[in-house]
């Protein structure tokens, strides 16, 4: 993801809706990556992550998706919930970089009952 | 399991004056990592450390900022002398070996500088 500066991108969706947020990412050599999840106040708190020789994962009303070839990933959330608001943001690891994450710059996500 | 805990969690300081966090990360974690969180550049990392070794410091913004981990389950971060631009949120993160890179984060210290 991009660095945004001042402003953050937001996502407004309805109580029960599907929310769908996306990261784009530019280096090849990412070998794995991690969403988290921001609340007011809070630290980042570990969703869901996937290795780079995976294409889809699952877990409870999560969905992460990574299209390696256009270097896209993707958070699925089902049934989103008033509890979802929340600043999201992907993560990756390079491969050979150290042990350091790089995040994006993040997505707010709005949850409108 | 009381995860990464921080402190303080606020701390307002005047321009000049000494600032130091804190953090205990988690029992077992070999790595841990300080992160700074601004609207304006969102999440920097600003150093990490490998059992207890700095391993990289290229994301500390100047000399006023200094990093120690004495023993495996304390950090401390210094910022000295402080100023208004150094007031951002300041995360401590920690995570263990093996093939998850995922971290855990404390809480965070709100720093203000006036």
């Known amino acids: 993801g991009e660095s945004v500066g001042l402003h953050l991108p937001t996502l407004s969706v309805q109580e029960g809706d599907n929310s769908i947020i996306n990261c784009a990412y530019s280096?090849?050599?990412?070998?794995?990556f991690i969403w988290y999840k921001q609340e007011s106040g809070k630290g980042p708190q570990f969703i869901i992550d996937i290795r780079s020789n995976m294409d889809k994962r699952q877990g409870q009303r999560v969905t992460v998706l990574l299209n390696k070839t256009v270097k896209h990933l993707s958070l699925q959330i089902a049934a989103t919930q008033p509890g979802d608001s929340a600043v999201y943001f992907c993560a990756e690891n390079i491969n050979n970089a150290g042990n350091m994450l790089t995040f994006g710059g993040g997505t707010r996500l709005m949850v409108k009952p | 399991d009381a995860g990464v805990i921080q402190s303080p969690r606020h701390e307002v300081t005047e321009m000049g004056q000494e600032v130091t966090l804190r953090c205990k990360p988690i029992?077992?974690?070999?790595?841990l990592f300080w992160y700074r969180q601004t609207m304006m550049r969102g999440l920097e990392l600003l150093i990490y450390?490998?059992?207890?070794?700095?391993?990289?410091d290229s994301g500390m913004p100047e000399d006023r900022f200094s990093a120690k981990m004495p023993n495996a389950s304390f950090s401390t971060l210094k910022i000295q002398p402080s100023e208004p631009r150094d007031s951002a949120v300041y995360f401590c993160a920690s995570r263990g070996g093996g093939g998850s890179y995922g971290y855990t984060f404390g809480s965070g210290t709100r720093l203000t500088v006036v």
């Open positions: 280096n090849s050599a990412s070998d794995y």
């Open positions: 450390f490998n059992n207890n070794v700095p391993i990289d």
């Open positions: 029992s077992g974690h070999d790595y």
